[in-house]
């Protein structure tokens, strides 16, 4: 009986803590219930909530004991689409039968801000152990984020397939599904217009054999890469393409990128044409054209390095350039090449080779790839040096006696013409050095100013043999203006007809002659000037005495304009006489040694205001000059004359330049203006006694310029161009 109570006591026991250790687990279920990251439902079979978290009874808004025994359907509806509530509802009722579990992905649902939320749904059927009690467990999980950042990603993807600037498309092999924009750009269909065409139509005649290989070949390889082919555009043209293609194994579908190489196609034609016609210029050039690799081996030689090697295109492509030239090989042809190769700069180089019995002259053009070789055969040349070399030698001592000649002395070619040789005295005359004119003809050089005269000279020199004391202008490289007589005479020398020319340099003796005969005229000038200068001026101060005295009378005061008229006339007339005077040859002067700087600078304020008048203005440069023999009156009157002409050539807003400087032991004024310059026809007789351009001038002024120039041992020269004259008077410092 203790015994039976013992046992008893022990089950109560057991038992006791069986029902503890399920309360306990009901605690720790319940709270992993409550407190799950995720929204748990607990249905009965009639699809009333039975169990809710917090997590689950937010969705709607509500608080888990509101919603314990309601209908879920009648709590949704509100919340969700009535499509997708009995979507959910139809699948729980198809999971209590079967008993299969189920999952609802992106469940949508609208919140208050407009803004769609995404649930993905899990469906258990679940059951007691003793089977009391069958329902459903539904989790709930938030996928907002994720839908959203998969829309992101495929929006994103779609920016970036309408914005690649090649053509992208997805379809199968027969046709294409879509395609992003850019055909609309490169071939002018809409997307529409170009998935609705059959590609393989669009295709050029000449490309779909190989198209369509491709293609087939897709299936094995997956991929193709960088395969070309045209394609119709919209306008009927054709444009190239550059296709990369890519099958998924999975879904069949090919995706294509193809890019327009359509102005790569045209430049890589052009690039092609233009090899061809640089291959025909070098199969057409006199010269051997050899190219190589960086392993000295021939990959082209043209026709005329085939002939200097005596070799066929065989013979010499992949064969190394030794072997064109065997007799190189350890020569100083190689060290050079070899070191034009290392060094990538271009070389020149001769080399006669034994084995050729000829003498080339090489250019080769070096770079990173290899090296080209220009091969000229100069065996000719070299000969025909010898030769001349010989010839230098046999005539050595007449080339002394022609170097050394004070004449001008040229050799030419009878046949063209063409300079030989020159002397020394011939560079000076004409300014042109030996190598400017070896060579060239005298028409080249453009240096005779009397062409006609020059060609009937030669004329006789071919139908005589010879012409003598031919009368010729020229001019020099620098413009200046030289005279020769020339003679000229046929002779055989470098082993062909040649004309042989001494030229008498007379340019100092005919500036003597004109200078000369512009003396002549002022002394004829002067004397006359001297013989009745004085004569014409003593009645000239009678009669201008008695119209002052009549003009002083009453009865002739109606008159007194006219006298005052004749008075003017005849002091005009008295002036033109002074300076017609001045010209004498033999008038006294008075030199003293003086600065003209001074002179110069006492006259400024006079000849200033003088500008002033003309709206002209003037400036000067005075250097440091010695001293020099001058007579102060005469100076003044000479650069008043010249300042005088100068602003009579000028328009208003003109400049008069006065400068002093030194030269050659010579101190020089220079005025200079800004008028239109002296014609070339006339400045010839510039200078000349009553020679003017003026309407009213006397034609003086300069001649008396020249005469008191002529008193001071100076001269006068001028420089004119459209721009202004400038007028320089050289006094010599004693």
């Known amino acids: 009986m203790l015994k039976d109570n013992a046992t008893l006591k022990n089950s109560e026991l057991i038992e006791l803590s069986l029902k503890m250790l399920e309360q306990r687990r009901a605690v720790v279920i319940q709270s992993v219930f409550e407190q799950a990251p995720v929204g748990l439902v607990l249905l009965d079979a009639d699809l009333k909530y039975s169990q809710i978290n917090i997590y689950a009874a937010s969705i709607t808004g509500h608080r888990p004991e509101e919603l314990i025994g309601k209908y879920m359907e009648d709590n949704l509806t509100n919340y969700f689409q009535a499509e997708d509530v009995k979507r959910l509802i139809d699948q729980c009722k198809k999971t209590l039968i079967t008993g299969k579990s189920f999952e609802l992905h992106g469940l949508p649902q609208e919140s208050k801000f407009n803004k769609y939320l995404y649930w993905d749904c899990q469906i258990w059927c679940v059951k007691d152990v003793d089977r009391s009690f069958s329902g459903l467990l539904l989790t709930v999980k938030d996928i907002t984020r994720h839908v959203y950042g998969h829309f992101r990603l495929e929006n994103d993807l779609r920016t970036l397939f309408n914005a690649v600037s090649d053509i ?5 092999l027969n046709k294409i599904k879509m395609v992003n924009p850019s055909v609309k750009s490169i071939l002018g269909y809409t997307g529409e217009e170009f998935c609705s065409i059959d590609f393989r139509t669009l295709i050029h005649p000449e490309d779909l054999p190989s198209t369509n290989n491709k293609m087939h070949s897709l299936a094995q390889y997956e991929c193709l890469n960088k395969f070309t082919n045209r394609l119709r555009c919209k306008d009927g043209t054709y444009k190239w393409l550059e296709w990369n293609v890519v099958q998924d194994e999975q879904s069949g579908l090919i995706c294509s990128v193809a890019r327009d190489i359509t102005d790569k196609k045209r430049l890589e034609e052009e690039l092609e044409k233009s090899n061809r016609q640089k291959t025909e210029i070098l199969e057409r050039i006199t010269d051997g054209f050899v190219s190589c690799n960086k392993d000295w081996r021939v990959t082209y030689a043209n026709k005329e390095a085939q002939r200097i090697g005596k070799k066929s295109p065989k013979e010499l492509i992949g064969r190394t350039i030794w072997e064109l030239f065997p007799d190189a090989n350890k020569s100083e042809l190689l060290q050079s090449l070899q070191k034009t190769m290392a060094e990538q700069k271009p070389l020149q180089v001769n080399y006669y080779s034994n084995f050729l ?3 080339f002259e090489f250019h080769a053009y070096p770079s990173p790839e290899g090296l080209s070789v220009i091969i000229h055969d100069i065996t000719e040349r070299k000969m025909m040096e010898k030769q001349k070399e010989e010839i230098k030698k046999s005539e050595e001592g007449f080339l002394k006696a022609f170097k050394a000649n004070p004449n001008i002395q040229t050799i030419k070619l009878l046949r063209n013409e063409s300079y030989v040789d020159v002397n020394e005295s011939f560079e000076n005359f004409t300014g042109y050095k030996r190598e400017e004119v070896i060579g060239r003809t005298l028409a080249d050089l453009k240096i005779c100013l009397e062409p006609e005269k020059y060609s009937q000279m030669m004329e006789r020199i071919k139908e005589n043999g010879f012409a003598k004391n031919v009368e010729l202008a020229f001019h020099a490289k620098s413009g200046e203006l030289g005279f020769g007589l020339m003679s000229s005479v046929v002779i055989e020398l470098y082993g062909e007809q040649c004309i042989l020319a001494s030229t008498v340099d007379i340019t100092e003796q005919k500036k003597m002659e004109k200078e000369l005969d512009r003396l002549d005229r002022l002394n004829l000038v002067g004397e006359m000037a001297a013989g ?13 005495g008695f119209l002052q005295l009549l003009s002083g009378k009453k009865e002739f005061s109606e008159h007194s304009g006219h006298f005052s008229l004749m008075i003017e006339e005849l002091d005009r007339a008295n002036s033109i006489i002074t300076e017609f005077l001045s010209l004498a040859r033999n008038k006294a002067v008075d030199l003293q040694k003086k600065n003209i700087n001074t002179i110069i600078e006492a006259l400024y304020p006079l000849i200033q205001a003088n500008a002033m008048k003309h709206d002209n203005y003037i400036e000067i440069f005075l250097s440091d000059v010695p001293e020099i023999l001058l007579n102060q009156k005469e100076i003044r009157q000479l650069i008043l004359n010249l300042v005088c002409n100068g602003l009579q050539a000028m328009s ?5 330049t006065i400068k ?3 030269e050659r032991e010579e ?31 006397t034609g003086l002024g300069l001649s008396m310029c020249y005469s008191i120039a002529n008193r001071h041992n100076a001269k006068i020269s001028l420089d004119t161009n459209p ?4 007028f320089f008077v050289r006094f010599k410092v004693v």
Do not use: Y
């Open 660 to 662: 002093t400087f030194t």
């Open 168 to 172: 992208l498309c997805i379809g199968d």
């Open 652 to 656: 208003p807003g003109g400049k008069i």
């Open 723 to 726: 721009h202004g004259t400038t």
């Open 357 to 359: 019995n000829s003498c």
């Open 532 to 544: 009745i200068g004085h004569e014409v001026r003593n009645p000239m101060t009678t009669v201008r």
């Open 667 to 697: 101190v020089i004024l220079a005025v200079q203006d800004e008028g239109k310059g002296i014609s070339p026809e006339i400045i010839d007789r510039i200078g000349t006694p009553f020679f003017t351009t003026k309407e009213n001038g």
